[in-house]
């Protein structure tokens, strides 16, 4: 092996097979590989069977298993209890003997037992122990089991609050209390008193009397531990990982029961077919020297007995791979069969590859490529992928003969009936990222849209990113700043000049079904998606359930990856699943605001209340202001007593600006406004909080900052570090932005126009405003704050009457549509001839609107000022951004699973049962047992709630079909259709999926018609009860119409009150009438059609006009009020 590759001076760090070798070669090549430290792939793809083997040695190293990111725990007490009690319980630690329990800040610590952290930021006389390494148990207490403790409640959570000590206690009380209940009991004699154990996961035990702990004794004594009160980080650490590999040739043996990628092929042993046909073609070449020929007969039946004769020649061999019965994933050693079919069809197939197998197969290797690093965890170490399902139909006349067509092995594996189907296909491709432009590859590569009713419709609304380039291949340099579709189209079409493609620049949902209309979707083949959030997907799921059109679905988190099938009628869709963000941990505000003690907690605030106030929130609401007054101050109704007041501040904070600058804000002026946020933001308020702090001190006794609390410290202006600097350039800059002025960007200039301003820090004195110190998470106002309200309401109404001299602001928009817009994916550089692989975070592009730099700044200001460790740019915006790389491989593999699913579609398997596809959950990072693919789970039942002989369920695919064209129905025919049809009573009928109170019937308004309001002989009022509820005011009138005399000369003022309310009651129940007795679709106009007129009213119009139907959510009960559930009504008329 080459140990200088390309004048490196460095040797080759894998070696990827990708087509079968000669078995000699082969397993030459893997022993060379294996004797100089090189990570051995293999990747073949035959017919419709894959397989992929990685050999990294016979001593390898995992640095990081899973590629998951490491804990880190803040300390907020440590305590040495000298004798654990008995209900304490500690894995290896006896009753009485002494233990060290730390107790985190966080929930849930998420360690397990011999999990290893580093302490760090350990302070007060323990800094010594910064960078100590100490083994951790999991600390639980035992419980009655008949005390039913709710470890999720308010009070349990409560209670670990408290010292350890208090904890046992309070479960000793308990404990004794049924324990001497269950002695009692004259029937538990000779019974064990039931106890189960309640894991504590707010709290850790030190391991002292291992090697870490041994090592740490040496610098401390426990007793140190007693003087712990504030500070300190567990870091989790995790340890390298040894894994030994076998060969090429051992393992092709030595595996009884090769995995699958289908999870049921694996246990039920298919494998050990496909891997005793990999042995016998290696056999066959080294016998003929040739591979077997695509549709040869001779040669299977050849094959056959090759793999049959090795099968029975390993019969006697402990481990081997043999035709043995397997259960279960259990080989049971009874002899069985060889499946001569599936070995006949291997080899007639041998020569042909996939579109789909090629890149999934591609992704799989390249993944286990940079896996030589010891990042991530390899597969052990063969995974076969075998879809028997596409070859449908051998007959000679339609998978031959061929003459040389670039679809030929299609052809020769699908049929040529297969290859008409394809070319005909109507696909519609929602998106064209990376998934997109994978897909687009596939689709081109297959032929798919080549005949004359075929076709391709690509649709995306992005423009190409110079960041794009790593990891969407269809784009190079030329392309960006063009539309993705477009540019995405014309590269598959110069692939394939064949492929008819149209490429849109439209965005798919319900504000587009003037152009997505019915006869566009009728005419879909499939639906494709290869979209980049929920929304969309939920969409066009929903689009593909109304038109019973199947919906390919595929998604990718990092080396994540996951695909779905939905075929109409028989499997569920994506919208019977639920999104969860279980895996976003939420931090108390309080912790963000006053108590931050972990770097993530300053980027969150940096971002949420820094950036979102000055630059987003701030000059959002100005501009609403400025532009129209009158309005705004209708929209402030709409808001929450808080946001008021933060919006309401916000404003005339940007008109004191303009005052004090002189009515127009230039450079200098933000560099003004930068130094006096700097001021409050990381001196003011510091010096308040600590001041206050102290006082609290002072007057309770009791020490303040203990636990995670941390003293902050101010910044200083005339003992200036770079750090403010940094963040006076990038805040000045971005204020600059914001007032539309010139920004700065050389460093020098810059420089000059400090020292020029002569800006100078402000002595500090005691405000004597109150500062919020407590520790939960209560964002009310104090009970000033409507008089404050009040009065800037006042002040800024003085300005309502000429905006025209304020100044135009710009809001920084940092995130739209639940993505960021600045942060670039991390791609991974691999250097494949490194023995130990380098990797580079790669970021295409600067950030040239200083977000970035201004959060990093501002995340390091306020590290400083609490003494947390500072963090680097580029995790600020990751972290800010929640990124998770997106990697080709993770692309490549899962786009090609889809490819293959597509295919089955177009055989038209979906008759044959949904059992002939596949979905797949796959973490590439994480090893074998992550590699999963299942059948799709049936529609979801829905039930009715009705007795049969009605419809007792029903799925999401299902819907009521009523057809009257030629005499439309009214809606009171309509509802005594359904309360006849289905024995209900029709509460509501309303436009399928609309969340507002707003209905075509509302049987609350047919009650209206038996409500009156009438006089007696002596004028007294008699209302019916229902018309307060719907005009309270008049209620005080008809008291008074009671009370006064029929003389008396107020009883006209209330009088006519109530005849208002009587015209007004009378005007609903005639508007209801006529909706009532009107035709459906009438009263659908009169309820949804925008009232205003413009683009909407004119989009309404033209879906409306194109649609013979509507699609109606029926709300219903019984007679005995239970509620009933009915599918979605189309009404055609």
Same mark, same amino acid.
């Given at each position: 092996?080459?140990?200088?590759?390309?004048?490196?001076?460095?040797?080759?760090?894998?070696?990827?097979?990708?087509?079968?070798?000669?078995?000699?070669?082969?397993?030459?090549?893997?022993?060379?590989?294996?004797?100089?430290?090189?990570?051995?792939?293999?990747?073949?793809?035959? !017919?419709?069977? $894959? #397989?992929?083997? $990685?050999?990294? !040695?016979?001593?390898?190293?995992?640095?990081?298993?899973?590629?998951?990111?490491?804990?880190?725990?803040?300390?907020?007490?440590?305590?040495?209890?000298?004798?654990?009690?008995?209900?304490?319980?500690?894995?290896?630690?006896?009753e009485g003997e002494q233990v060290v329990v730390v107790t985190v800040a966080q929930n849930e610590h998420g360690l397990e037992d011999g999990d290893v952290v580093v302490l760090e930021d350990l302070r007060q006389g323990m800094e010594g122990l910064n960078g100590m390494s100490v083994t951790v148990k999991r600390v639980a207490i035992a419980s009655p089991t008949a005390a039913k403790v709710d470890t999720r409640g308010v009070a349990f959570k409560t209670a670990l609050g408290l010292p350890t000590e208090s904890v046992v206690s309070n479960f000793e009380r308990q404990y004794d209390f049924y324990k001497s209940a269950f002695d009692e009991d004259e029937g538990n004699a000779n019974k064990k008193f039931p106890v189960r154990t309640i894991t504590i996961f707010n709290r850790l035990a030190f391991v002292l009397n291992d090697d870490n702990g041994k090592k740490l004794l040496e610098k401390t004594s426990v007793d140190a531990f007693r003087q712990y009160q504030s500070g300190g980080l567990l870091n989790q650490v995790r340890p390298p990982i040894y894994k030994q590999y076998k060969s090429l040739a051992e393992t092709l043996q030595g595996t009884p029961v090769?995995?699958?990628?289908?999870?049921? /092929?694996?246990?039920?042993?298919?494998?050990?077919?496909?891997?005793?046909?990999?042995?016998?073609?290696? /056999?066959?070449?080294?016998?003929?020297?040739?591979?077997?020929?695509?549709?040869?007969?001779?040669?299977?039946?050849?094959?056959?007995?090759?793999a049959t004769s090795i099968s029975d020649s390993r019969k006697d061999t402990e481990g081997a791979c043999w035709a043995q019965s397997i259960q279960y994933g259990f080989p049971?050693?009874?002899?069985?069969?060889?499946?001569?079919?599936?070995?006949?069809?291997?080899?007639?197939?041998?020569?042909?590859?996939?579109?789909?197998?090629?890149?999934? +197969?591609?992704?799989?290797?390249?993944?286990?490529?940079?896996?030589? #690093?010891?990042?991530?965890?390899?597969?052990?170490? &063969?995974?076969?992928?075998?879809?028997?399902?596409?070859? *449908?139909?051998?007959?000679?006349?339609?998978?031959?003969?061929?003459?040389?067509?670039?679809?030929?092995?299609?052809?020769?594996?699908?049929?040529?009936?297969?290859?008409?189907?394809?070319?005909?296909?109507?696909?519609?491709?929602?998106?064209?990222?990376?998934?997109?432009?994978?897909?687009?590859?596939?689709?081109? +590569?297959?032929?798919?849209?080549?005949?004359?009713?075929?076709?391709?419709?690509?649709?995306?609304?992005?423009?190409?990113?110079?960041?794009?380039?790593?990891?969407?291949?269809?784009?190079?340099?030329?392309?960006?700043?063009?539309?993705?579709?477009?540019?995405?189209?014309?590269?598959?079409?110069?692939?394939?000049? #064949?492929?008819?493609?149209?490429?849109?620049?439209?965005?798919?949902?319900?504000?587009?079904?003037d152009y997505f209309n019915d006869k566009f979707w009728e005419n879909l083949s499939v639906c494709w998606n290869a979209l980049d959030n929920v929304q969309a997907r939920q969409y066009t799921d929903a689009r593909c359930l109304f038109y019973s059109k199947p919906l390919l679905e595929s998604g990718t988190l990092g080396t994540k990856c996951n695909h779905e099938v939905v075929l109409p009628f028989r499997t569920s869709s994506y919208n019977d699943g639920k999104e969860s963000d279980d895996n976003e941990n939420q931090i108390a505000m309080c912790t963000l605001r006053s108590f931050p003690y972990l770097p993530k907690h300053c980027i969150e605030y940096a971002k949420q209340a820094y950036f979102s106030d000055y630059f987003e929130f701030g000059p959002d609401v100005y501009e609403n202001f400025r532009q129209d007054p009158m309005a705004f101050f209708e929209q402030l109704d709409t808001m929450d007593s808080g946001e008021q007041s933060r919006a309401l501040r916000m404003i005339k904070a940007f008109i004191d600006l303009q005052e004090e600058a002189g009515g127009s804000i230039d450079f200098n002026a933000c560099v003004r406004i930068a130094f006096n946020r700097m001021m409050k933001d990381f001196r003011?308020?510091?010096?308040?909080?600590?001041?206050?702090?102290?006082?609290?001190?002072?007057?309770?006794?009791?020490?303040? &900052?203990?636990?995670?609390?941390?003293?902050?410290?101010?910044? /200083? &202006?005339? /003992?200036?570090?770079?750090?403010?600097?940094?963040?006076?350039? $990038?805040?000045?800059?971005?204020?600059?932005?914001? &007032?539309?002025?010139?920004?700065?960007?050389?460093? $020098?200039?810059?420089?000059? *126009?400090?020292?020029? +301003?002569?800006?100078?820090?402000?002595?500090?004195?005691?405000?004597?405003?109150?500062?919020d110190l407590s520790e939960g998470d209560n964002e009310e106002e104090s009970g000033d704050s409507g008089e404050d309200d009040e009065k800037l309401k006042g002040e800024l109404y003085k300005f309502a009457a000429d905006t025209s001299k304020l100044q135009p602001a710009q809001p920084q928009e940092f995130e739209k549509d639940g993505k960021c817009l600045l942060l670039l994916p991390l791609i991974i550089i691999i250097t494949c001839w490194i023995p130990s692989l380098t990797f580079t975070p790669f970021l295409c592009t600067d950030d040239l609107n200083f977000h970035i730099d201004f959060l990093t700044a501002a995340t390091n200001m306020r590290s400083w000022n609490y003494d947390i460790k500072a963090s680097p740019r580029h995790a600020v915006k990751v972290t800010a951004g929640r990124i998770i790389p997106a990697l080709a491989t993770t692309t490549a593999m899962v786009c090609g699973l889809v490819d293959i699913e597509f295919a089955k579609l177009v055989l038209g398997l979906q008759s044959q049962g949904s059992d002939k596809f596949l979905n797949s959950n796959i973490n590439l990072a994480a090893g074998s047992g992550n590699f999963t693919t299942f059948a799709p789970d049936p529609p979801v039942p829905i039930s009715t709630g009705l007795d049969a002989p009605q419809p007792v369920s029903f799925t999401s695919w299902d819907r009521i079909d009523l057809s009257y064209k030629l005499n439309e129905l009214s809606v009171e025919q309509?509802?005594?259709?359904?309360?006849?049809?289905?024995?209900?009573?029709?509460?509501?009928?309303? +436009?399928?999926?609309?969340?507002?109170?707003?209905?075509?019937?509302n049987a609350l308004d047919k009650k209206k018609l038996d409500w009156t309001i009438s006089y007696d002989d002596e004028g007294k009022v008699t209302v019916s009860d229902g018309v307060y509820t719907q005009w309270p005011q008049i209620r005080m009138a008809v008291q008074m119409l009671g009370r006064l005399p029929p003389t008396s000369g107020q009883r006209a003022i209330f009088k006519t009150q109530v005849e208002k309310v009587k015209v007004s009651l009378e005007q609903t129940k005639e508007s209801f009438m006529k909706k009532f007795q009107g035709n459906?679709?009438?009263?659908?106009?009169?309820?949804?059609?925008?009232?205003?007129?413009?683009?909407?009213q004119d989009y309404f119009d033209a879906v409306f006009k194109g649609r013979d139907y509507l699609t109606l959510g029926v709300d219903c009960h019984t007679e005995e009020k239970e509620d009933i559930t009915l599918p979605c009504v189309k009404y055609t008329f």
């Amino acid at each position: 092996m080459n140990k200088d590759v390309l004048g490196t001076h460095r040797g080759y760090a894998a070696v990827v097979v990708a087509t079968m070798l000669p078995k000699k070669e082969l397993f030459q090549l893997n022993e060379l590989a294996r004797a100089s430290g090189i990570a051995f792939i293999m990747a073949v793809t035959n !017919g419709v069977t $894959s #397989s992929i083997f $990685s050999d990294f !040695g016979p001593n390898h190293e995992i640095t990081d298993a899973t590629g998951e990111p490491t804990q880190t725990l803040a300390i907020s007490n440590v305590e040495v209890l000298d004798s654990k009690p008995k209900l304490l319980d500690v894995a290896g630690v006896k009753e009485g003997e002494q233990v060290v329990v730390v107790t985190v800040a966080q929930n849930e610590h998420g360690l397990e037992d011999g999990d290893v952290v580093v302490l760090e930021d350990l302070r007060q006389g323990m800094e010594g122990l910064n960078g100590m390494s100490v083994t951790v148990k999991r600390v639980a207490i035992a419980s009655p089991t008949a005390a039913k403790v709710d470890t999720r409640g308010v009070a349990f959570k409560t209670a670990l609050g408290l010292p350890t000590e208090s904890v046992v206690s309070n479960f000793e009380r308990q404990y004794d209390f049924y324990k001497s209940a269950f002695d009692e009991d004259e029937g538990n004699a000779n019974k064990k008193f039931p106890v189960r154990t309640i894991t504590i996961f707010n709290r850790l035990a030190f391991v002292l009397n291992d090697d870490n702990g041994k090592k740490l004794l040496e610098k401390t004594s426990v007793d140190a531990f007693r003087q712990y009160q504030s500070g300190g980080l567990l870091n989790q650490v995790r340890p390298p990982i040894y894994k030994q590999y076998k060969s090429l040739a051992e393992t092709l043996q030595g595996t009884p029961v090769p995995q699958m990628l289908r999870g049921e /092929d694996w246990e039920l042993g298919k494998g050990v077919e496909v891997h005793l046909s990999i042995a016998a073609a290696l /056999d066959f070449h080294e016998k003929n020297n040739r591979w077997p020929q695509l549709h040869n007969a001779d040669d299977a039946s050849q094959m056959v007995e090759i793999a049959t004769s090795i099968s029975d020649s390993r019969k006697d061999t402990e481990g081997a791979c043999w035709a043995q019965s397997i259960q279960y994933g259990f080989p049971m050693g009874e002899p069985r069969d060889v499946d001569e079919k599936r070995i006949a069809r291997y080899s007639r197939l041998f020569e042909a590859e996939l579109t789909g197998f090629c890149a999934f +197969l591609g992704g799989a290797a390249a993944q286990e490529v940079i896996k030589a #690093s010891g990042k991530f965890t390899p597969i052990d170490q &063969w995974v076969h992928h075998d879809e028997e399902a596409l070859v *449908v139909d051998e007959c000679a006349s339609n998978v031959g003969p061929l003459f040389g067509s670039r679809y030929d092995y299609q052809i020769a594996v699908m049929g040529k009936d297969f290859m008409a189907r394809a070319a005909n296909q109507r696909v519609f491709l929602v998106g064209c990222g990376a998934l997109g432009c994978e897909y687009l590859k596939g689709l081109a +590569l297959m032929g798919i849209a080549t005949g004359k009713d075929g076709k391709i419709v690509v649709t995306d609304m992005d423009r190409i990113e110079v960041s794009n380039l790593s990891r969407q291949f269809l784009f190079r340099q030329p392309d960006v700043g063009h539309p993705k579709s477009v540019r995405g189209a014309m590269v598959v079409k110069k692939w394939n000049p #064949s492929v008819n493609i149209e490429a849109l620049e439209k965005k798919v949902g319900d504000d587009s079904e003037d152009y997505f209309n019915d006869k566009f979707w009728e005419n879909l083949s499939v639906c494709w998606n290869a979209l980049d959030n929920v929304q969309a997907r939920q969409y066009t799921d929903a689009r593909c359930l109304f038109y019973s059109k199947p919906l390919l679905e595929s998604g990718t988190l990092g080396t994540k990856c996951n695909h779905e099938v939905v075929l109409p009628f028989r499997t569920s869709s994506y919208n019977d699943g639920k999104e969860s963000d279980d895996n976003e941990n939420q931090i108390a505000m309080c912790t963000l605001r006053s108590f931050p003690y972990l770097p993530k907690h300053c980027i969150e605030y940096a971002k949420q209340a820094y950036f979102s106030d000055y630059f987003e929130f701030g000059p959002d609401v100005y501009e609403n202001f400025r532009q129209d007054p009158m309005a705004f101050f209708e929209q402030l109704d709409t808001m929450d007593s808080g946001e008021q007041s933060r919006a309401l501040r916000m404003i005339k904070a940007f008109i004191d600006l303009q005052e004090e600058a002189g009515g127009s804000i230039d450079f200098n002026a933000c560099v003004r406004i930068a130094f006096n946020r700097m001021m409050k933001d990381f001196r003011t308020s510091i010096l308040d909080l600590s001041h206050s702090a102290d006082e609290m001190e002072k007057s309770s006794g009791k020490k303040f &900052w203990t636990g995670t609390k941390r003293r902050p410290r101010p910044v /200083d &202006w005339n /003992d200036p570090m770079p750090l403010l600097m940094e963040y006076l350039y $990038s805040t000045a800059n971005l204020y600059a932005s914001v &007032w539309r002025a010139e920004v700065v960007r050389d460093r $020098s200039e810059f420089q000059a *126009v400090v020292d020029e +301003l002569k800006l100078e820090q402000a002595i500090w004195e005691p405000s004597g405003d109150k500062v919020d110190l407590s520790e939960g998470d209560n964002e009310e106002e104090s009970g000033d704050s409507g008089e404050d309200d009040e009065k800037l309401k006042g002040e800024l109404y003085k300005f309502a009457a000429d905006t025209s001299k304020l100044q135009p602001a710009q809001p920084q928009e940092f995130e739209k549509d639940g993505k960021c817009l600045l942060l670039l994916p991390l791609i991974i550089i691999i250097t494949c001839w490194i023995p130990s692989l380098t990797f580079t975070p790669f970021l295409c592009t600067d950030d040239l609107n200083f977000h970035i730099d201004f959060l990093t700044a501002a995340t390091n200001m306020r590290s400083w000022n609490y003494d947390i460790k500072a963090s680097p740019r580029h995790a600020v915006k990751v972290t800010a951004g929640r990124i998770i790389p997106a990697l080709a491989t993770t692309t490549a593999m899962v786009c090609g699973l889809v490819d293959i699913e597509f295919a089955k579609l177009v055989l038209g398997l979906q008759s044959q049962g949904s059992d002939k596809f596949l979905n797949s959950n796959i973490n590439l990072a994480a090893g074998s047992g992550n590699f999963t693919t299942f059948a799709p789970d049936p529609p979801v039942p829905i039930s009715t709630g009705l007795d049969a002989p009605q419809p007792v369920s029903f799925t999401s695919w299902d819907r009521i079909d009523l057809s009257y064209k030629l005499n439309e129905l009214s809606v009171e025919q309509l509802v005594a259709y359904l309360e006849k049809s289905f024995g209900v009573t029709v509460n509501r009928i309303f +436009l399928h999926g609309d969340t507002e109170d707003r209905a075509l019937y509302n049987a609350l308004d047919k009650k209206k018609l038996d409500w009156t309001i009438s006089y007696d002989d002596e004028g007294k009022v008699t209302v019916s009860d229902g018309v307060y509820t719907q005009w309270p005011q008049i209620r005080m009138a008809v008291q008074m119409l009671g009370r006064l005399p029929p003389t008396s000369g107020q009883r006209a003022i209330f009088k006519t009150q109530v005849e208002k309310v009587k015209v007004s009651l009378e005007q609903t129940k005639e508007s209801f009438m006529k909706k009532f007795q009107g035709n459906v679709s009438d009263a659908y106009l009169q309820v949804y059609r925008p009232s205003e007129g413009g683009e909407k009213q004119d989009y309404f119009d033209a879906v409306f006009k194109g649609r013979d139907y509507l699609t109606l959510g029926v709300d219903c009960h019984t007679e005995e009020k239970e509620d009933i559930t009915l599918p979605c009504v189309k009404y055609t008329f």
